[in-house]
């Protein structure tokens, strides 16, 4: 299976902070890999898709860059309603594979 | 409108099974597979398992954690994907998410709100 490994697994920041959250793939990926944010009660969101696409309606403060089997996600300046939970996909093998997660608070 | 959601959940007993069902609506269900998320109390999320297509051959394929117990299947006339839960076991206890993939451009992008299933004795 590829593992993803995901850091920091938890981030304290503030609002206008810029914000960085990396998932390294054990193997090669490609660029199959999307970044969702979760929060509790609500249906996860797909913010970044294949890497660097940012999903219809998502704001440009999110960005997402890949650097071989390193992936990084990005909020430019955070804003009160980013503090959530944010995960990276793999989904270029079965099983699909997740990282652990990054928690995002104030 | 797009919308995938989850319903079916509950609480069960180990050893008894449950179905959930995810209802698609507002595109063509025939032209995606469909995967199935979960996420337990205090964990992340974690894959289920997904099933493909008819044009694909509606190949099917399961995390190694519920492998043999767990059955995803689907209903085109009724854009109904089922997650048929055998045996089940208390560390099942998460919410199930379902998800659209398998078109380029078109994947994992519409969740719905999860439905819960707690196995407790």
């Known amino acids: 299976d590829i593992q993803m490994t995901q850091s920091p697994s938890s981030l304290s920041a503030s609002i206008g902070d810029r914000v960085t959250i990396t998932c390294r793939a054990s193997q090669d990926i490609s660029n199959f890999l999307n970044w969702f944010q979760l929060k509790p009660g609500k249906a996860p969101k797909l913010l970044i898709y294949h890497t660097s696409n940012l999903e219809t309606g998502v704001p440009s403060r999110f960005g997402g860059s890949r650097s071989g089997t390193d992936f990084t996600f990005t909020i430019s300046s955070l804003q009160p309603e980013d503090f959530a939970t944010y995960y990276c996909l793999q989904y270029e093998k079965v099983p699909y594979t997740l990282g652990q997660g990054t928690r995002l608070e104030i | ?121």
């Open chain 2, 1 to 121: 409108e797009i919308q995938m959601v989850e319903s079916g959940g509950g609480s069960v007993q180990p050893g008894t099974s449950l179905r959930l069902s995810c209802t698609a609506s507002g595109f063509r269900f025939s032209d995606h597979a469909v995967s199935w998320f979960r996420q337990a109390p205090g964990k992340g999320l974690e894959w289920v398992g997904f099933i493909r297509t008819t044009n694909e051959g509606e190949g099917r394929d399961y995390a190694a954690s519920v492998k043999g117990r767990f059955t995803i299947s689907r209903d085109y006339s009724k854009n109904i994907a089922y997650l048929q839960m055998d045996s089940l076991k208390i560390e099942d206890t998460a919410v199930y998410y379902c998800t659209r993939e398998g078109v380029p451009g078109f994947e994992f992008d519409y969740w719905g709100q999860g439905t819960l299933v707690t196995v407790s004795s």
